[in-house]
């Protein structure tokens, strides 16, 4: 599957930015859809994931409460809300894709979109 992910942009503290990842190719609906992040100098972080019926959505500490994770099977496409954003959520964004139940470990995705960026200023 290919992705494409969309929506980041300059925000300032406290705004909200929603970020787009449109699939293409095989099945959309069979995968987990995962949301990483890299700052840099930093390692890839999970977000968010949900997985193929776009139940259970799962998210890190510093994500709950804050991002909300909702997929659109007949859209092909995987929404990360982003609300109260905070400086040190400064990062690329990374949409991810892979076969059965979501993991919260980059290295078990098999599809990964170009990366946007989310700048959150102070």
């Known amino acids: 599957v290919q992705l494409q992910a969309s929506g980041g942009g300059l925000v300032q503290a406290g705004g909200s930015l929603r970020l787009s990842c449109a699939a293409s190719?095989?099945?959309?609906?069979?995968?987990?859809l995962g949301w990483f992040r890299q700052a840099p100098g930093k390692e890839r972080e999970f977000v968010a994931a949900?997985?193929?019926?776009?139940?259970?959505?799962y998210y890190a500490e510093s994500a709950k409460g804050r991002f909300t994770i909702s997929r659109d099977s007949a859209k092909n496409t995987v929404y990360l809300q982003m609300n109260s954003l905070k400086p040190e959520d400064t990062a690329v964004y990374f949409c991810?894709?892979?076969?059965?139940?979501?993991?919260?470990?980059?290295?078990?995705?098999?599809?990964w979109g170009q990366g946007t960026l989310v700048t959150v200023s102070s």
């Open positions: 991810a894709a892979r076969s059965g139940f979501y993991t919260t470990y980059p290295r078990s995705y098999d599809s």
């Open positions: 190719g095989r099945t959309f609906s069979s995968y987990a």
């Open positions: 949900i997985n193929w019926r776009g139940n259970s959505p």
